[in-house]
C-alpha cells in the first residue's frame, strides 16, 4: 500500500518562505513521477510542480505560471521524500497542498490530477498579507 504523508504547512505572512515535505512508503516504492497540488476554498484543484522521478527524464520540473520564479520541487532519493520550497509567498497561495505520485510510465499531462494514482491527505498553508 502506497502512502503520501505531507507536512510542512502552516501560517506565515506574504512575502515569507515555506517548504512542503512528501515522505513516501513502503521505501521501496520508486513511482514514475511525483507532484504537488492544492486547491482553495470554492476553487478547483490545480497542478502546482511535478517532477520526473524515474526514467530519461529523471529531474526534469514542471511548474504552474503562478508559481514559476517562486516555487522549486525537488526529491531526495535516499529519504524517499518530496519537497516543495516556496518562496515570497502570496495571499493567492492559501490553499491545501495535496502530495501525489504516479505508478505508471505515462501522464496526461505534466500538471494534471489525471496523470497521478496516489495522493497524500494533504496541509494547509495559509498566507495572510
Known amino acids: 500500500q502506497v502512502q503520501l504523508v505531507e507536512s510542512g504547512g502552516g501560517s506565515v505572512q506574504a512575502g515569507r518562505s515555506l517548504r512542503l515535505s512528501c515522505a513516501a512508503s513502503p521505501f521501496t516504492y520508486s513511482p514514475y513521477f511525483m507532484g504537488w497540488f492544492r486547491q482553495a476554498p470554492g476553487k478547483e484543484r490545480e497542478g502546482v510542480a511535478m517532477i520526473v522521478t524515474r526514467g530519461g527524464s529523471l529531474g526534469r520540473a514542471y511548474y504552474a505560471d503562478s508559481v514559476k520564479g517562486r516555487f522549486t520541487i525537488s526529491q531526495d532519493n535516499t529519504k524517499n521524500t518530496l519537497y516543495l520550497q516556496m518562496n515570497n509567498l502570496k495571499s493567492e497561495d492559501t490553499a491545501m497542498y495535496y502530495c501525489?505520485?504516479?505508478?505508471?510510465?505515462?501522464?496526461?499531462?505534466?500538471?494534471?490530477?489525471?496523470?497521478?494514482?496516489?495522493w497524500g491527505q494533504g496541509t494547509q498553508v495559509t498566507v495572510s498579507s
Open positions: 501525489a505520485a504516479s505508478s505508471r510510465s505515462w501522464f496526461v499531462g505534466p500538471l494534471n490530477a489525471q496523470s497521478f494514482n496516489f
